[in-house]
């Protein structure tokens, strides 16, 4: 009988250790919308990812693993719950020392700050409509990659290439670009859209139309979709 009970109370005590081990090892993630070029073994891309229960914005981590069970679909920011176990030694040299299994996707979202990825072509700036440029007199283009966090456009006489800084659906904040040197005769509408793009802070999208605002949410730059 005290056998019995000893391996009762044992099987007992061994399954809340195996389950206490389990908590220990499962960890919530935020995966980004879209992956990373990144280097391991050679090129690849990365999923980009957060531990914790909330997102901060600038903090996302490469993550040159896989997730067993897990299907990424591009274009959506999961919430998901992970179980990170050992891997049995000696490890192999092009494997994690670590196995990550998909354990539950808690939420999944389509990202709104990919909404503004297209191109966009300049029908207003400031109160100049339908600028044009210098030398083709054709309508001034933006591209904007919310996935590389990129945007290219024509300034009128010169063209700039910059980063996203923030974009979250609403808020935008461009840095200021690297623009080509040419000199024109006239460089008004430069001056007025180099301006206007330093002082973007948010944006909205209405009728494949693209708005960018100042902090006081007035109209700085109106694009109109070209695809």
């Not at 044992?10 to 995966?31: F, M, P, Y």
């Not at 006239?186 to 009728?207: F, P, V």
Request: charge should be negative.
């Amino acid at each position: 009988m005290k056998t019995i009970l000893f391996l009762f109370i044992s099987t007992i005590l061994g399954a809340v250790a195996c389950d206490r081990h389990s908590k220990e090892n499962t960890e919530t993630w935020w995966i980004n919308s879209a992956k990373m070029d990144c280097v391991g073994e050679g090129k690849m891309s990365c999923l980009q990812i957060q531990k914790g229960s909330e997102i901060k914005p600038g903090e996302w981590e490469l993550f040159y693993s896989s997730i067993e069970g897990f299907d990424y679909e591009p274009g959506n920011i999961y919430q998901i719950k992970v179980k990170v176990t050992d891997r049995e030694t000696p490890t192999p040299a092009d494997a994690s020392s670590k196995i990550y299994e998909l354990v539950e996707i808690l939420s999944k979202e389509s990202d709104p700050a990919l909404r503004l990825t297209n191109t966009w072509k300049i029908t207003k700036v400031g109160n100049i409509e339908n600028p044009t440029g210098f030398k083709n007199n054709e309508a001034l283009t933006f591209e904007f990659n919310a996935s590389d966090k990129t945007y290219v456009g024509n300034m009128g006489c010169n063209s700039v290439r910059g980063e996203i800084k923030e974009n979250d659906g609403e808020k935008l904040l461009l840095g200021p670009g690297a623009t080509t040197m040419m000199a024109c005769p006239d460089m008004t509408i430069e001056n007025i859209l180099s301006k206007a793009l330093i002082d973007t802070r948010g944006y909205k999208l209405e009728n494949n139309q693209l708005y960018l605002m100042n902090e006081s949410g007035e109209t700085l730059i109106i694009f109109q979709a070209v695809d």
